[in-house]
């Protein structure tokens, strides 16, 4: 099973990834996946992205206008089957994010529209503020994401993205160890506490091999369930090949 057919991303959908860990590996990842199938697909950021995150992924498209961006971003996808997208750059090495009521015009563009809707300073784990995720209304499917790389680490800047806000929702202090309930927490509460009505949630735990990752993801996942997300994705996503994904 490949991670768009886990998720379940369809044609049609508007999937919005949220969290920390593996959100730019798993939107290039799943934008191959879609490619192979002969699906077109459209990815932004709806706060920031770092061009190199966007890299293979198709070439950039940017205005500051709604007009012009429709127009950009049409004729990259028409090029090459996708695109990246955003409303410029804030340096030469940074998109600037789409405004989320945008993409109910954008995703007439593509069969598929992927977004990056937060940050997370590549920790593995964080704490999400109140003004996160920026989702747009139109969002069919919020994944959530988390390494579980950041299970049993003490809690601090090193390990967690914003570790006050994560202590805040978890009761996990400050140098004390990410527990599984206090990981599918974050998820949970978090990146999934205001999904727009109607649109799906997914879990997806990164950084899964074989061995230890995989027994502690099993006891995340138990957590996630108790929390109702039912849907939940572990993967590994390598540098080069396809990831490797499970369905507990």
Do not use: Y
């Not at 004729?75 to 989320?100: M, Q």
């Not at 950041?150 to 570790?163: L, Q, T, Y």
Request: net charge neutral; glycine share 12%.
């Amino acid at each position: 099973m490949n991670l768009c057919s886990a998720l379940g991303v369809v044609p049609g959908d508007v999937v919005a990834f949220a969290g920390a860990g593996g959100k730019s590996s798993a939107i290039r990842e799943i934008a191959t996946e879609l490619r192979e199938a002969g699906n077109t697909v459209l990815v932004a950021p709806t706060t920031k992205m770092l061009i190199g995150e966007a890299d293979g992924i198709g070439p950039l498209a940017t205005s500051e206008s709604l007009e012009g961006l429709i127009s950009e971003a049409g004729k990259a996808i028409s090029g090459s089957g996708a695109a990246v997208i955003g409303s410029g750059l804030l340096s030469k090495d940074r998109i600037a994010g789409v405004e989320p009521a945008w993409f109910s015009s954008l995703s007439r563009l593509a069969d598929v529209v992927l977004i990056e809707a937060d940050g997370s300073r590549h920790r593995p784990l964080k704490g999400t503020a109140d003004h996160e995720p920026a989702l747009p209304a139109t969002t069919t499917l919020v994944v959530a994401v988390g390494n579980i790389g950041a299970f049993g680490k003490p809690v601090g800047e090193e390990n967690i993205h914003r570790p006050a806000l994560f202590s805040d929702l978890t009761g996990v202090g400050p140098g004390q160890s990410v527990t599984a309930n206090a990981f599918a927490r974050a998820l949970a509460h978090g990146s999934l506490r205001s999904i727009p009505k109607g649109a799906r949630s997914a879990a997806l735990i990164t950084g899964v091999e074989p061995g230890d990752s995989m027994a502690h993801a099993s006891v995340v996942t138990r957590e996630l369930w108790r929390m109702n997300v039912r849907r939940v994705v572990l993967t590994s996503i390598p540098e080069k090949g396809p990831a490797q994904t499970w369905l507990p």
